[in-house]
């Protein structure tokens, strides 16, 4: 097999291959870590490559087959994990060199343990930003990762690596984790599918109200299996819960909105991005109705100030020695912390319920909500985000989901002029995670981007 008839696979056309023994695991992985060898020195996507260790597990994996007796339908399938993901005896640096020479992991994290409890095989870790806290592929601890189908152009974040590795046609599936759009921004930047799902579907550790892990994949087609795989309760995540089946798509009530009342200028190429999009679900499920409901505040700007909060307390739980390896423009975007009485965190707390209010009027009337993932298609590769003052400002239609917890699915919606893929989300409520998923593989395939005259997996990273 070709890395060119493997980057168009499903996942389901995977493990039939598997199921049939007409593809083992050690020439999938083998087909995997030919890839990285041949494009990571280029996108600079992964780090803490198992070689060995995969090849290892591919051999078992295959015997598996030959007897029979797989651990699951996802049993020897290559995948990869974020930085930010435990697993035993891999390195953690958040992104930064503020973390010196990594923190050896001694659990898995829980979507670590199901992937490994259903015999995955995890290629290595995906770089990120310093700290998850810029939309960008710009990493202290490993340097700048690149778009595969433009390397001057950014991945977007935090789950930069993943999203260039999978974009790359490097294993099937990668783990990253959202806390303002980190799944979704990476998947638009790099035309991929990926789930932001209700909190606590996915469990993750530590467990937060904000934060979910989620996977990124080429195909939304491909998010049900690995959501149903990742998800569940788990001990380590008191949020975690069950994932629930998909309701009836033909009772589906759908909306449209480019304009929330604040935030950066949506580019008319991402306009008419979603308009495409908007007849496409018409033809699905009939009308899409205009939901013209805008915030009269900026509900991003509370956000951005928690999110400086937690950068604030990450850089004073570094070494002190190591501190000043924080980037200078995150620094200055987070140093005022230090002077924040308990009035202004009260403040913060007020906006950002003033936005979950907002989220929940938002689809008050709709059941799902189509949006644009970003207001821009992308920007330059070195950049941690539009605005040098604010690295996370363009996740305008991102950020406020998950303060809200709400289930969200980025899919490609299109190309640019200068081929550069084209982000858009649909958002539905709590625990309609299932429904979202399966309404965006049916727009995917509408949409038809990848289709027989469409754009190629860029397999070969494009400069």
């Known amino acids: 097999m070709h890395i060119q008839e493997f980057?168009?696979?499903?996942?389901?056309?995977?493990?039939?291959?598997?199921?049939?023994?007409e593809v083992s695991p050690v020439e999938v992985?083998?087909?995997a870590l030919d890839q990285i060898e041949e494009t990571n020195g280029t996108i600079n996507a992964l780090f803490g490559v198992r070689a060995n260790a995969a090849r290892s597990e591919a051999k078992a994996a295959e015997k598996r087959y030959l007897d029979g007796t797989p651990h699951s339908d996802f049993d020897g399938i290559p995948v990869t994990i974020k930085d930010s993901v435990n697993a035993e005896d891999m390195k953690w640096?958040?992104?930064?060199?503020?973390?010196?020479?990594?923190?050896?992991?001694?659990?898995?994290?829980?979507?670590?343990?199901?992937?490994?409890?259903?015999?995955?095989?995890?290629?290595?870790?995906?770089?990120?930003?310093?700290?998850?806290?810029?939309?960008?592929?710009?990493?202290?601890?490993?340097?700048?990762?690149?778009?595969?189908?433009?390397?001057?152009?950014?991945?977007?974040?935090?789950?930069?690596g993943g999203g260039a590795s999978i974009a790359?046609?490097?294993?099937?599936?990668?783990?990253?984790?959202?806390?303002?759009?980190?799944?979704r921004l990476p998947a638009a930047h790099c035309g991929l599918a990926a789930l932001k799902p209700t909190q606590g579907v996915i469990p993750h550790a530590p467990a937060s109200t904000v934060r979910s892990a989620g996977p990124i994949t080429r195909y939304a087609a491909d998010l049900d299996a690995w959501a149903t795989l990742l998800s569940g309760p788990d001990d380590a995540d008191r949020y975690s819960m069950p994932y629930a089946a998909a309701n009836e798509i033909d009772q589906v009530i759908v909306g449209v909105t480019a304009d929330f009342g604040f935030g950066p200028h949506v580019?008319?190429?991402?306009?008419?991005?979603?308009?495409?999009?908007?007849?496409?679900?018409?033809?699905?499920?009939?009308?899409?109705?205009?939901?013209?409901k805008r915030a009269d505040f900026d509900l991003y700007l509370p956000i951005d100030n928690s999110l400086k909060l937690r950068?604030?307390?990450?850089?004073?739980?570094a070494n002190e020695e190591l501190r000043s390896k924080t980037p200078d423009q995150l620094f200055k975007w987070f140093k005022e912390v230090e002077h924040w009485s308990s009035t202004d965190i009260r403040e913060i707390d007020a906006g950002i319920e003033r936005g979950v209010a907002f989220c929940v009027d938002l689809l008050s009337d709709v059941d799902i909500l189509l949006t644009p993932v970003m207001p821009v298609v992308n920007f330059p590769a070195e950049d941690r985000g539009v605005d040098p003052a604010m690295p996370l400002r363009h996740t305008t239609f991102t950020a406020p989901f998950n303060q809200a917890g709400n289930p969200a699915v980025s899919i490609c919606g299109g190309f640019d002029e200068r081929g550069l893929p084209i982000g858009i989300q649909l958002v539905g409520?709590?625990?309609?995670?299932?429904?979202?998923?399966?309404?965006?593989?049916?727009?995917?395939?509408?949409?038809?981007?990848?289709?027989?005259?469409?754009q190629k997996w860029p397999t070969n990273p494009i400069a």
Not at 311 to 317: A, D, F, N, T
């Open 429 to 454: 409520r709590r625990l309609d995670d299932a429904r979202v998923i399966a309404l965006a593989a049916m727009l995917e395939k509408e949409l038809n981007i990848f289709g027989n005259d469409g």
């Open 311 to 317: 950068g604030w307390q990450e850089y004073l739980g």
């Open 168 to 183: 790359a046609g490097i294993g099937m599936m990668s783990v990253g984790s959202d806390i303002a759009g980190s799944v």
């Open 93 to 160: 640096y958040h992104g930064s060199a503020i973390h010196g020479d990594g923190v050896l992991a001694t659990k898995d994290s829980p979507p670590v343990k199901r992937l490994k409890q259903a015999g995955t095989i995890i290629l290595g870790k995906g770089a990120m930003p310093d700290f998850g806290l810029s939309a960008s592929g710009v990493s202290g601890s490993h340097g700048i990762v690149r778009n595969p189908w433009g390397l001057a152009w950014n991945t977007g974040g935090s789950s930069a």
């Open 7 to 21: 980057a168009h696979l499903s996942l389901r056309d995977l493990q039939s291959l598997l199921s049939k023994r």
């Open 29 to 31: 992985t083998d087909l």
């Open 267 to 292: 580019e008319f190429v991402v306009r008419k991005c979603v308009e495409r999009a908007k007849r496409a679900l018409g033809s699905i499920v009939g009308k899409v109705a205009d939901v013209e």
